[in-house]
């Protein structure tokens, strides 16, 4: 045998030998097994045979306890379903996908295994064969990519005296936007000039939806009369319509910032381009570590968040959305 | 409710563990009181401190005062004082509001209740305590960890949850009685409590004095008073005989005294006669039910001793003295006792009347000084000159049982209660037959006196159990040559207890499971387990050799067949894994060796680099030994993903290849270590 293969052997006879398991021992499971100490001190020392009883009634509990919890944790199968959007300092819903092969699992919970991430969803009982999602509402410490190492699923069943974790290998990244708040500072100046009506001097003559009608002025354009509405009025109506004003703003994150300061520039920025993109225009970012270019709508605001979300970090900006 | 469910599980489990300590009958009445009260408005959702918890604690305060005070004043006992402080602070937990924490704190309250009830009782209703508060505790633990991880506002999935909890349970249960039988006792003497005062007053008992005009109503009590063991057993399931206390000889005309006093100052041992051949040795048990000192023996008693009481601190040897009358009582106070009798067979006590005391002797024929003249005519009209002592006792007995009916309801007391019996009512209970037949026999001249004890014996399992209903009197008459001979003038049917036919049958049941608790459980020793592991190494064989042979195989040749079906399924399973595991690829052990001779070759390697990187990598920097892993690398890539297999031979071909030019290369690389130190020396 190679001392490869030998390698191999040894490790997989340390994993049937050491299961991936790791127990923890509940507040009440702690007192349940100093009171079951207690009580085979006094079996030990009176002789009385209610209390052997007693002592292998509690040490049986332990144990079926250890078997019922196993059961639950075997045959799992979990994957990400992933989060929407995931802001930094703010819940953000999570899911997972946990399915069982065989048996029922009871009473478990979900998390990220040594992630920042806090808070976990659970499942109270999963029958044999479906697949449920489980949704938790999680929480980031800070903006960037976490690195997601596999899914920790935790059973107290059956009497909760014992917490049994396995944790599921699963590789991901989940990419935190800056937390969310409030701009405190003024875009600044447009990048360009005004697109659609936004130049126009006769300010409620803009080119949106219908806003109403009234009374044609003098030396307004003919072309505004709505003539149904004159001819059943008896004089000259026109239509106003709502202005639409569409504005470009490149927002830039300047080289050089770090720390707390970059985070404060990433969040003021994600701010603003909420905002203005909220209000219909279009948002473009600049940054050392590339541009992004100008558009409106949502996609571009996620755009623009996962471009702030990866400043100051490495790695692939891809396949980030593992998770 | 969401928790509703949960919640009442977990009291109910609570009041089961309460209840073990309550069966033993020791806890005072008032904290049974307040833990009922407060059981019951848990149970009705009402959680009276849920606003106050930390100032109703104060309660729990005045209660330990209040309890500690007992201890101190030696009315309570520590362990019970403890016990009921525990039962108190699982109230107060249950009338709190409902949280983990508090849930927490109820489970483990009733845990250290159940062991306070094993340290206060040995009953089986403790048993049956343990077992519900074990079943109930644990379905309200699973019901609340499933309902933790539930969402909030999805329901909580009750009956998926039972069906596993009750195997785990039933497992559980097993694996309890599996380490009670064979967790070695380290401790020979083995015993749990053996004396709990039970629920109810103790209702028999032996006075001094036996007085006409009582009423009858112990003769409808079944409780049980008195356990015993014969040997020989004999084989019936209702033994019938006379189990002596104690015997009177004056009678004033309402009640029967005795002339005799206390003989000695006690001894381990006491004995009433000499025995003779054939003598029922009984090892008596006299349960808290019975409620007196007075050792009771089947008639007639010859030896006493080896006797113990028991108490609820524990067992103790205890000394026996003998009183007038042929009484024996303990000196030592029990709440029950055991010990050793041994009797004489039937047929006559053969005292004899001159070794009698002297006072003893004159009073087997006293009468009292007002007897109804109407008492010996009537004697003397049914005996019809009869003198033989034993025909003119059964003679006046046989005449009472039909001139008299037998009844429990009297009047009260009268004033000549025996010339009420026989000339007026014409109708009483035991008392009053064996009263009227000693005297009788006395108005003409025969030696008689009254005997009193228990009349019957009921076999339970291989033990005869005597009700407090089978109280009896009867009389024993002088004989000469046999001593003293029981006659009984009650008529038969009425002479055993008169209780309720299905409280009997009931009571007899709960006799029959407490007998097999006591033996299996209360007094399970390290004998017993030897005993165990004995039969399971050798099986007993059957007493009974008439007995037709089993045609099926004896139980642990099934056991055996079992364990070794169970490893030859356990070893085919491994072995099938083992065999239809997938195979490595040729290609997959052809490049393990190569890497194996990289290895002894020293050849640095990147952390995961693979062969063809390796490769790559050699080349690059022109190492003597990338001539000879090309074509290998080339040959591996091809067998394993260009499918062209390896030729047979073509392996060890290439390995040889390799291994020929690592030898080089190592040769290589000494010559060049050499040559700087050759041109370093000239």
């Known amino acids: ?323 | 409710m969401r928790h509703g469910l949960r919640l009442r599980l977990r009291d109910l489990g609570a009041g089961a563990a309460f209840a073990s300590m309550g069966v033993s009958g020791q806890l005072p009445v008032w904290t049974l009181a307040l833990y009922g009260l407060a059981l019951l408005c848990a149970l009705m959702g009402r959680r009276l401190f849920g606003r106050r918890a930390k100032l109703t604690a104060l309660l729990l305060l005045v209660v330990a005062v209040v309890l500690g005070m007992n201890v101190l004043a030696g009315s309570l006992n520590l362990v019970v004082a403890a016990c009921a402080f525990a039962g108190l602070i699982s109230a107060h937990r249950l009338l709190s509001t409902p949280e983990p924490a508090t849930d927490g704190q109820v489970h483990l309250s009733g845990l250290l209740m159940v062991a306070g009830g094993a340290a206060l009782t040995g009953e089986l209703t403790y048993g049956v305590c343990l077992v519900a508060f074990g079943v109930l505790s644990s379905m309200s633990l699973a019901l609340g960890v499933v309902e933790a991880a539930v969402p909030e506002g999805e329901p909580v999935p009750v009956r998926q949850v039972m069906r596993p909890l009750a195997t785990g349970l039933t497992f559980a249960v097993a694996g309890a009685v599996a380490f009670f039988i064979l967790f070695p006792r380290l401790n020979w003497n083995m015993m749990g409590p053996r004396a709990a005062p039970g629920l109810g007053a103790a209702t028999t008992g032996f006075s001094n004095t036996v007085r006409l005009g009582g009423a009858g109503t112990i003769k409808g009590n079944p409780r049980i008073v008195l356990r015993a063991t014969l040997d020989p057993a004999p084989d019936k399931e209702n033994l019938d005989a006379y189990w002596v206390g104690r015997t009177y000889d004056i009678f004033d005309g309402q009640e029967w005294t005795n002339v005799g006093g206390a003989r000695g100052t006690g001894d381990w041992m006491v004995t009433l006669r000499p025995g003779s051949e054939g003598l029922i040795h009984q090892r008596v048990e006299l349960l808290p039910a019975y409620g007196a000192s007075t050792l009771v023996a089947l008639e007639t008693p010859s030896r006493l001793g080896n006797a113990a009481s028991h108490t609820q601190t524990g067992s103790r040897r205890a000394r026996i003295q003998e009183l007038g009358g042929g009484e024996v009582r303990f000196l030592d106070p029990g709440i029950a006792f055991s010990y050793e009798a041994y009797s004489l067979p039937p047929g006559g006590s053969g005292d004899s009347f001159q070794k009698l005391p002297a006072n003893e002797q004159d009073a087997l024929l006293t009468l009292p000084e007002n007897i109804d003249p109407r008492v010996a005519q009537t004697a003397a009209r049914v005996l019809n000159g009869e003198r033989e002592p034993l025909a003119a006792a059964q003679k006046l007995a046989a005449w009472l049982q039909r001139e008299n009916s037998y009844t429990l309801e009297l009047g009260g007391d009268v004033e000549d209660p025996l010339a009420d019996f026989l000339f007026e009512r014409k109708a009483g209970h035991c008392e009053h037959f064996a009263t009227a037949l000693t005297l009788m026999l006395r108005t003409q001249g025969f030696r008689a006196r009254l005997a009193t004890g228990f009349f019957g014996g009921e076999r339970v399992n291989d033990v005869y159990i005597v009700r407090a209903g089978d109280a009896h009197a009867w009389t024993h008459v002088l004989v000469p040559g046999r001593g003293f001979v029981t006659v009984d003038a009650t008529p038969p049917a009425h002479r055993a207890s008169q209780a309720s036919e299905f409280l009997q049958d009931l009571l007899g049941f709960y006799e029959s499971l407490e007998e097999r608790w006591r033996s299996a459980v209360v007094d399970y020793s390290f004998r017993d387990q030897l005993d165990v592991a004995r039969a399971l190494v050798r099986p007993p064989k059957g007493s009974d050799e008439d007995e037709s042979p089993s045609r099926l195989p004896p139980l642990r040749a099934w056991a055996t067949a079992l364990v070794a079906g169970a490893v030859t399924y356990g070893v085919w399973r491994r072995l099938a894994r083992f065999l239809g595991r997938e195979r490595p690829h040729d290609a997959t052990r052809f490049v393990d060796a190569v890497e194996a001779q990289l290895a002894s070759a020293r050849l640095e390697r990147h952390e995961g680099e693979t062969l063809e990187e390796l490769d790559a990598r050699l080349a690059r920097e022109h190492h003597p030994l990338s001539p000879a892993l090309s074509p290998i690398t080339r040959r591996y890539l091809e067998a394993r993903f260009g499918g062209r297999p390896l030729r047979q031979g073509e392996s060890a071909e290439l390995l040889a290849t390799l291994k020929r030019a690592i030898a080089a290369d190592a040769r290589r690389a000494a010559a060049e270590e050499r040559a700087p130190r050759a041109r370093r020396a000239s």
Not at chain 1, 297 to 302: D, L
């Open chain 1, 1 to 323: 045998m190679t001392p490869r293969r030998r390698k191999q052997w040894w490790a997989r006879v340390r994993a049937w030998l050491r299961p991936p398991r790791t127990l923890k021992v509940t507040r009440i499971g702690r007192t349940y097994l100093v009171v079951t100490f207690g009580v085979g001190l006094g079996a030990l020392n009176t002789g009385n045979n209610l209390l052997y009883l007693l002592l292998g009634l509690l040490l049986s509990m332990v144990v079926v306890s250890g078997v019922l919890s196993e059961r639950c944790l075997q045959d799992v199968s979990v994957r990400r379903v992933g989060a929407d959007a995931a802001f930094a300092a703010e819940p953000f819903a999570f899911r997972w996908a946990i399915a069982k092969k065989r048996g029922h699992g009871f009473a478990l919970t979900l998390g990220e295994a040594d992630s920042p991430l806090t808070g976990e969803g659970g499942v109270g009982y999963l029958p044999m064969g479906v697949d449920h999602v489980v949704r938790a509402n999680l929480t980031a410490p800070r903006r960037g990519p976490v690195l997601l190492t596999g899914v920790r699923v935790t059973t107290t069943w059956p009497l909760g005296l014992f917490a049994k974790s396995r944790v599921f290998s699963l590789e991901g990244t989940l990419l935190v936007y800056p937390r969310r708040g409030y701009a405190c500072q003024d875009p600044g100046e447009a990048e360009r000039g005004p697109v659609g009506d936004a130049g126009n001097p006769r300010r409620n003559d803009g080119t949106g939806d219908v806003s109403g009608l009234r009374e044609l002025m003098q030396g307004e354009d003919a072309r505004r009369i709505h003539w149904r509405k004159s001819a059943s009025a008896g004089k000259l109506l026109r239509v106003e319509r709502e202005r639409e004003e569409r504005r470009t703003w490149v927002l830039a994150v300047v080289a050089g910032l770090e720390g707390d300061a970059l985070e404060r520039r990433c969040e003021e920025v994600a701010a603003l381009a909420h905002r203005l993109i909220e209000e219909g225009h279009e948002v473009g970012l600049d940054t050392a570590d590339g541009r992004v270019r100008p558009a409106a709508g949502t996609a571009q605001e996620r755009r623009v968040l996962r471009a702030l979300a990866w400043l100051g970090h490495e790695g692939p900006h891809e396949d980030e959305e593992a998770a």
